[in-house]
T-cell receptor, first 118, second 111 residues
């Protein structure tokens, strides 16, 4: 069983469209993340949720809206897609304890969702 | 977030050891040193982490300088499957609930 699974793996869509990427983890973790990897291959954190509560929001445009219906799911909805949104989006999860982190805890990443906006 | 410096790329022969260096001169006392790697077309995966002492696991070893301003990830016998981008990351021990990735080191393994 895949620990962190994302769908879809590939997505090609036109500018202006609205799309969602779904993420599910079966590890029982309480913290989930979205990272973005752009064409220059830099990985940057976008959001983090702990027990369905948003704890990190890294200066991401309002067009990006994460939603966590429960601890095991963190979906990413993107409105009015732009060319610059083309990237690989990685979902991840870890077991943390609120704001205080046990830094030995591994962060598990999904395989990524390749988004291409044309 | 404290920064790390790694070589852009390194090359190794298969079955030989690989030493991947990382400089982190501004590391704070509560920062842990984490290593992740990203294989082609995959998400990053955890390799190893440490605070002050050297660490070993089934994937690699981590050697940490006494002043903690640098560290080295050691792959004891590189295989073709180890070809990846290796990231050295400092993670705050109190509030490090995110990973800040740098450019990493591209490791190429020759057969």
């Amino acid at each position: 069983d895949t620990a962190v699974s994302q769908t879809p793996k590939y997505l090609v869509t036109q500018m202006g469209n609205d799309k969602s990427i779904k993420c599910e983890q079966n590890l029982g973790h309480d913290t989930m993340y979205w990272y973005k990897q752009d064409s220059k291959k830099f990985l940057k954190i976008m959001f983090s949720y702990n027990n369905k509560e948003l704890i990190i929001n890294e200066t991401v445009p309002n067009r990006f809206s994460p939603k966590s219906p429960d601890k095991a799911h963190l979906n990413l909805h993107i409105n009015s897609l732009e060319l610059g949104d083309s990237a690989v989006y990685f979902c991840a999860s870890s077991q943390e304890r609120g704001w205080v982190v046990s830094t030995g805890n591994t962060i598990y990443f999904g395989e990524g969702s390749w988004l291409t906006v044309v | 977030d404290a920064k790390t410096t790694q070589p852009n790329s390194m090359e190794s022969n298969e079955e030989e050891p690989v030493h991947l260096p990382c400089n982190h001169s501004t590391i704070s006392g509560t920062d842990y040193i984490h290593w992740y790697r990203q294989l082609p077309s995959q998400g990053p995966e955890y390799v190893i982490h440490g605070l002050t002492s050297n660490v070993n696991n089934r994937m690699a070893s981590l050697a940490i300088a006494e002043d903690r301003k640098s560290s080295t990830l050691i792959l004891h016998r590189a295989t073709l499957r180890d070809a990846a981008v290796y990231y050295c990351i400092l993670r705050d021990g109190l509030y490090g609930n995110k990973l800040v990735f740098g450019a990493g080191t591209i490791l190429r393994v020759k057969s």
